[in-house]
């Protein structure tokens, strides 16, 4: 079956210093992979999306960016973090097909001091 | 711009009651709908899809229902349980997309 991977749980890092954040997938190729910050009482805002290696398509102008360097390996980085930065970050995957149901990883709380 | 609302932020119900979550949307001509689950602290997870020339779908004790000249989805919790408290969000996206577009969740708490 397979699963989604993504770390840390939680994560405290100060004003302008760098991130990055990890996700995997495992046992399944090809996926698409998405990755998405979520406000408090609000709803998944999509920040970027991959449909292969190397392929990243971005929704939101941002801090942020995001690199796929293998198959099931979705990175989301940022050089230097800023307060608004603060969130809980989604990473997802669903099947190559179009109309398919996404499934998320357990999500990395951020808080920037 | 599209909007996607969900009734209310909260609802609380007594065990055993049917909860009803609504999804509505403007400005937005969806292929197909999606309804996630999400605890605190966790990624949403998938329940059930429905397709635009779809009336009603049903899976144990959920059913949706999706209405595109209304521009509605409802979301049907029976028999309900305390274990079915949690956050509920609907998702949308056009024929051929990949991408869903979300609703902000309606916090749902059943009364034992």
């Known amino acids: 079956s397979q699963t989604i991977h993504q770390w840390p749980a939680t994560l405290v890092q100060p004003v302008g210093s760098p991130l990055s954040l990890e996700c995997t997938v495992e046992g399944t190729s090809n996926p698409n992979l998405y990755w998405y910050r979520q406000a408090a009482g609000r709803g998944l805002q999509l920040l970027f999306y991959s449909v292969g290696i190397g392929q990243i398509s971005s929704e939101v102008p941002q801090n942020l960016s995001a690199s796929r360097p293998q198959d099931r390996q979705f990175i989301l980085s940022s050089k230097k973090l800023l307060l608004s930065d603060s969130g809980f970050y989604l990473c997802a995957w669903s099947p190559s097909d179009s109309n398919q149901p996404q499934h998320f990883g357990d999500g990395t709380r951020l808080s920037i001091l | 711009s599209q909007k996607i609302e969900q009734n209310s932020e909260a609802l609380n119900i007594q065990e055993g009651k049917t909860a009803t979550l609504t999804c509505n949307y403007t400005?937005?001509?969806?292929?197909?709908l999606q309804w996630y689950r999400q605890d605190p602290g966790r990624g949403p997870v998938f329940l059930l899809l429905i397709r635009e020339n779809e009336k009603e779908k049903r899976k144990e004790r959920l059913k949706v229902t999706f209405d595109t000249t209304l521009k509605q989805s409802l979301f049907h919790i029976t028999a309900s349980q305390p274990a079915d408290s949690a956050t509920y969000l609907c998702a949308l996206a056009r024929a051929n997309d990949y991408k869903l577009s979300f609703g902000a969740g309606t916090t749902v708490t059943v009364r034992a």
């Open positions: 400005n937005y001509s969806p292929a197909y």
